[in-house]
């Protein structure tokens, strides 16, 4: 119907999904961008994210609906969510220079958790963890529905035991540099805490009104990340017990965190 997103390696599309006498869904589908729809590694971590994401049933995170080819093009068919992202809302509280609610604030941001550990705990047939760490979780990876529902999205970028595509097939560093783990970004090996560092930064910013370690460009964001001092303290608003929260999930040392 319409185009939403588009990232570096594929886009995200409104569309109708139809059926017999008269069925109609609306879905989100997604697709390899054409540039990339012929290289391998980008198919593999195409459908390395539908194995992953399919298996995660958990009402926080966006569900995929079916996968699919045509002339070529993968795509992916997930639950549409009738809402905005987390990213959005939080630039029209700025705009509108109204913070969101402190309580708003941890309420989404639970509900990303909840989803994250539906994810950690992943098993395969056999009850083994497949030790799933999403490596991008952000703003602009959570919707909010207009019922506000907490949907996580994007497992395309997602470690797990088993995946085919190489750590290394594509690009370096893999994630938003303003959300990612000082262990990630060093590319060291990360396993779910570097999630929970990833929602502790969400949550600073959504009270802050800016990432923990914000500055004019990603290579001056990596090296205040890296050298391992704390972001600068929530605003008073913000009550300790909460602020105490924040400043464990954004601990430097994975062993220090939740």
């Known amino acids: 119907l319409y185009p939403l997103a588009?990232?570096?390696?594929?886009s995200v599309w409104g569309a109708r999904m139809?059926?017999?006498?008269?069925?109609?869904?609306?879905v989100a589908l997604k697709t390899i961008l054409p540039q990339h729809a012929a290289d391998p590694r980008v198919r593999q971590?195409?459908?390395?994210?539908?194995?992953?994401a399919s298996r995660i049933d958990h009402e926080n995170v966006a569900r995929i609906l079916d996968l699919g080819e045509e002339r070529d093009v993968l795509y992916l068919v997930m639950e549409w969510v009738d809402g905005d992202s987390l990213a959005n809302l939080e630039h029209a509280a700025r705009r509108a220079k109204t913070p969101l609610p402190v309580g708003l604030a941890?309420?989404?941001?639970?509900?990303?958790c909840a989803g994250l550990h539906a994810a950690h705990e992943l098993t395969d047939a056999r009850g083994a963890?497949?030790?799933?760490v999403h490596r991008d979780v952000s703003p602009q990876n959570v919707l909010v529905s207009?019922?506000?529902?907490?949907?996580?999205?994007?497992?395309?970028?997602?470690?797990?035991?088993?995946?085919?595509?190489?750590?290394?097939?594509?690009?370096?560093v893999k994630g938003k540099v303003h959300f990612m783990a000082p262990e990630q970004a060093l590319g060291q090996a990360v396993d779910l805490r570097a999630d929970v560092w990833a929602a502790g930064a969400v949550l600073y910013a959504l009270l802050a009104g800016h990432a923990p370690f914000d500055a004019d460009n990603d290579i001056a964001v990596l090296h205040?990340?890296?050298a391992g001092g704390p972001p600068p303290p929530l605003p008073p608003r913000v009550p300790a017990g909460i602020a105490a929260v924040v400043s464990r999930a954004l601990a430097?040392?994975?062993?220090?965190?939740?």
């Open 106 to 112: 941890v309420h989404l941001v639970a509900g990303v």
């Open 45 to 52: 971590m195409f459908l390395d994210e539908a194995r992953i």
């Open 18 to 26: 139809r059926g017999k006498h008269g069925f109609e869904k609306l």
């Open 6 to 10: 588009q990232g570096g390696m594929g």
């Open 129 to 132: 963890r497949l030790g799933v």
């Open 252 to 258: 430097y040392e994975a062993e220090d965190r939740y």
């Open 224 to 226: 205040r990340l890296v």
């Open 146 to 172: 207009a019922r506000g529902e907490v949907k996580l999205i994007d497992f395309g970028i997602a470690k797990a035991r088993g995946r085919a595509a190489a750590e290394t097939s594509i690009g370096g």
